[in-house]
């Protein structure tokens, strides 16, 4: 999907980050991404140890109570909230469901044979490697575009809260490598593979079909299928009907108090906070995906725009397409910045560093803020990501 002289001029647009202050600036930041994460690491191991705690107050407890249940068989207890906290014993009243389908669930059952903090730092580990490996095809030439999109301040919330979302980010950008080199089945079983979380995942085909990449999207369809059915095995054909249910029980509590949730980034989430009431933001977020997949589909279905514009489209257009995107999910943002400079969108402009800047931070600058007691924990994000993306998506149209 891209020739050899595209790919070495996107290369070749990579070399502005090794020059002068910016590759200083991306050191610093990259420096403090891994200094965070391991001043967090460092006290999960301490609390949890010395401090009597079962675990930290972060999303990773749910993953690892959720991974031991399913060590012990109690595959369904997964959607018990009260079973979740007795094993990780951190705020009873706080609401914090299982929200997986039935195969990332598997895949966690080695964390609970670990402690809490023992599985917290492999799984940070293992989200910083992923994220080195999957954008390595794209920074040839460049060991400072590799570090800083590796590491990216970006990716903070994600390794401090031990979510999934880096793990998740790779396999698109290691989907997007194969696509760009033509190995469609290899491309269509990673994006199968990324079902195990399909909030963001729902553009995805979009993509492939405007493209016609037909055997990529048969491969994908199978896979996906496969990922489903041979876990359902395990767990039984109850776990389906208990996850449709929590994830209806989710999405109303979150329409009912996103007043209150500041974290909340999509366009469904902005729109709130500009005043428009929840059932009316709610259609229009609706209608923002429909908007995003249109945008999606002119910009694949293109024979003039390249293979960078088109994967920086996909994941701006993700990430707008979604009413729940969490805070954390600014990792997106990134890899945006990294295909927008690939493809000569940005460039060595103040405006256009700018609007990179703001892309490899996410909420970064945030997360780093909970160290030296700086800025508002609580954010409304929404305000920077959904303009951001929105942009984005049109400078991809442009």
């Known amino acids: 999907m891209q020739d050899r002289q595209s790919r070495q001029a996107g290369d070749a647009r990579l070399r502005i980050l090794s020059s002068g202050w910016i590759a200083k600036a991306i050191v610093v930041g990259c420096a403090l991404t891994v200094i965070c994460t391991l001043s967090v690491l460092q006290s999960g191991f301490r609390l949890t140890g010395e401090g009597g705690l079962q675990a930290l107050s972060n999303d990773f407890r749910v993953f690892w109570s959720a991974g031991t249940l399913a060590l012990r068989g109690e595959y369904l207890a997964v959607f018990d909230t009260d079973a979740l906290t007795a094993v990780h014993n951190v705020n009873p009243d706080d609401w914090m469901p299982w929200l997986y ?10 964390f609970g044979a670990l402690s809490y903090a ?3 730092a492999i799984l940070a580990v293992l989200s910083c490697l992923c994220m080195a490996l999957a954008v390595r095809p794209f920074v040839q030439g460049s060991r400072t575009a590799w570090l800083a999109f590796s590491l990216a301040p970006a990716y903070l919330p994600i390794l401090l809260l031990g979510q999934n979302g880096l793990i998740w980010l790779a396999g698109l950008l290691a989907a997007l490598a194969a696509l760009r080199d033509g190995r469609w089945v290899l491309a269509g079983i990673v994006i199968g593979l990324l079902t195990l979380k399909p909030q963001f995942g ?13 055997r990529t999207t048969l491969v994908a369809t199978l896979t996906a299928l496969v990922v489903g059915a041979v876990p359902t095995l395990v767990t039984g054909l109850e776990y389906w009907s208990l996850f449709i249910q929590r994830m209806a029980e989710y999405g109303q509590r979150v329409v009912g108090a996103i007043e209150t949730l500041d974290l909340m980034s999509s366009p469904f989430a902005l729109l709130v906070r500009l005043g428009v009431p929840a059932e009316v933001a709610l259609p229009l977020q609706a209608g923002v995906t429909l908007a995003a997949a249109i945008a999606v589909s002119i910009i694949w279905r293109s024979r003039h725009l390249g293979f960078d514009v088109k994967a920086a489209a996909l994941l701006a ?7 729940y995107a969490w805070h954390y999910e600014a990792a997106f943002m990134a890899p945006v910045g990294l295909f927008l400079l690939r493809a000569g969108v940005l460039g060595p402009q103040p405006l256009h560093l700018l609007l990179l800047t703001v892309l490899w931070l ?3 600058f945030q997360a780093m803020a909970i160290f030296v007691g700086l800025g508002d924990l609580h ?12 942009l984005c998506l049109a400078l991809c149209l442009m």
């Open 379 to 390: 954010f409304p994000w929404a305000f920077i990501v959904t303009p951001a993306m929105l």
């Open 362 to 364: 996410g909420a970064g």
């Open 118 to 120: 023992s599985g917290f």
């Open 317 to 323: 257009a993700s990430l707008l397409a979604s009413p």
């Open 101 to 110: 389908p039935p195969g990332f669930l598997l895949l966690l059952m080695p």
């Open 202 to 214: 729902l553009l995805i085909p979009v993509a492939l079909i405007a493209a016609g990449l037909w």
